[in-house]
């Protein structure tokens, strides 16, 4: 019998073997060699001891199932529009946990319907590596964003079983539940609970969507009959996972503008939420002379440039600021606003700074307030949450795999904020990025090319085998 590998050589053959599915000119009979030295017995054709022969990343069978999940939509094609605990979610939900099935993994769920599917390694005592992503989305928006994290996570766990891989840390794929804010006005939520975050139970105790349907009501509609009391049970122990890794499309141009194939994510930056409200007099469009004016609206709207002028003036390309939501009351041509509400975010990868800029914010909110004679009647800070950076040992392996599969590849921040954020709050955690092109994401437009998909799957599977070999 041939001598057992080291795991440092099982990791280098199994980098062999995935470069090997990208070259031209691929060589069946040396790959099948390869894999015997690999696996310690012969490569078997009919499937029976041993195993297969095909070592390549599935693609077709990733962009079918990335097809097939898309059509659980309330959106027609090519929008998808999947929102937490709806029918088309439990359709998703239910698809997702088959091809967890298929792949032998042993599948759970906890009491928010946060779905898992465990590859048992034979030294289960450890924490385990994990990866994953979401599947819910905004309405009309596209079908790769977090769907490339669960579908792709599942594809580099059938890689890995197709090269006979042995994992020593058992190897856990995750579909978190409610990464987007949709319904609830809550992101990430299923990844927020794993992590500990008390508060957020609490609030789920009262929270209701637009319909007034609470959170504990939409659970049941979907299959999840908790109780408050359960919302602990949601909670991860602190070495549940020895490490995390997140394959996601970029959502932004840089990697596609710059021709690279791999992002490195070594920072998440986070968001604040703010809501502001201005209340004025209103009154008649014509009959209200300006100098008599005081205008909700235009108090909104000096804010709103406000938000543009301090972000600026942060100095840094990574300060971020948006004014997502402004909505003026009663909403009518011939009338003046009498009351006017903003939803701002802010972003950055510096907490400080960010909160900085929050800060200027609150008083440009004061300054206007009183030069314009209207109140400000509500300046909440929704949430604040802190960025995080990527762990050094998941940098080092996600690294290591695009070295060893001669993957270009660029470290970067990430200013979009993703499960991740939180996964890094009880496991070393990092984030592997492909390109998402022109750009778009959460629209239909969406896209990430089948070999860019399959690039990431590959260094996905070899970071998760190294780490799981540590």
């Known amino acids: 019998m041939p001598s057992k590998p080291t795991a440092a050589s099982r990791l280098v053959l199994l980098a062999f073997l995935l470069g090997m599915s990208a070259a031209a000119g691929h060589d069946d009979a040396a790959a099948r060699r390869t894999m015997e030295q690999f696996a310690g017995f012969p490569a078997s054709d009919d499937g029976d001891g041993g195993p297969s022969s095909d070592f390549r990343v599935d693609s077709e069978g990733l962009q079918r199932q990335i097809a097939e999940l898309a059509s659980f939509s309330d959106s027609p094609a090519p929008s998808v529009t999947r929102v937490l605990y709806t029918d088309k979610d439990v359709q998703a939900r239910r698809y997702i946990k088959g091809i967890m099935n298929q792949l032998g993994l042993a599948v759970r769920e906890d009491a928010v319907g946060n779905i898992f599917g465990r590859w048992e390694g034979s030294e289960p005592g450890l924490g385990a590596v994990a990866t994953g992503s979401h599947v819910d989305a905004i309405p ?3 079908k790769f964003d977090g769907v490339v994290g669960v579908l792709g996570a599942l594809e580099a766990i059938s890689l890995l079983k197709r090269s006979a891989f042995l994992p020593k840390r058992s190897l856990e794929v995750i579909m978190f539940t409610s990464e987007e804010p949709t319904r609830f006005g809550i992101s990430c939520l299923g990844s927020r609970l794993m992590a500990g975050i008390e508060e957020l139970a609490q609030s789920l105790r009262k929270v209701v969507d637009n319909q007034n349907v609470s959170f504990l009501d939409a659970a049941e ?8 009391e359960d919302l602990p049970s949601v909670f991860l122990k602190k070495d549940t996972y020895s490490a995390f890794i997140e394959l996601h499309i970029e959502q932004g141009p840089i990697l596609e503008k710059e021709g690279i194939p791999i992002g490195i994510v070594t920072a998440i930056a986070a968001p604040a939420s703010l809501e502001v409200d201005f209340e004025g007099n209103g009154g008649h469009a014509g009959a209200v002379l300006m100098p008599a004016r005081n205008d909700a609206g235009l108090a909104a709207a000096e804010l709103a440039l406000a938000v543009e002028k301090h972000v600026l003036e942060s ?3 990574d300060t971020v600021g948006t004014v997502g939501i402004l909505q003026l009351h009663p909403g009518a041509i011939g009338t003046i606003p009498s009351k006017s509400h903003l939803v701002i975010d802010v972003r950055d990868i510096d907490e400080k700074r960010r909160n900085d800029v929050i800060e200027k914010i609150r008083r440009s909110a004061t300054q206007i307030s009183k030069s314009r004679g209207v109140e400000l009647s509500e300046f909440k800070i929704v949430n604040q949450d802190p960025p995080t950076l990527s762990d050094k040992s998941v940098v080092d392996a996600m690294e290591f795999a695009a070295k060893q599969l001669n993957l270009e590849y660029k470290n970067m921040i990430s200013r979009a904020y993703h499960d991740s954020l939180f996964m890094a709050r009880v496991s070393p955690m990092g984030m592997i990025f492909i390109p ?17 998909m399959a690039n990431g799957v590959k260094v996905l599977a070899l970071s998760m085998a190294k780490l799981s070999l540590e």
């Open 436 to 452: 998402c092109y022109k750009g778009y994401s959460h629209k239909p437009e969406e896209y990430a090319s089948p070999e860019d």
């Open 221 to 228: 509609s979907a299959g999840y009959k908790l109780h408050l």
């Open 315 to 317: 100095g840094s390309i």
């Open 140 to 142: 009309f928006s596209g």
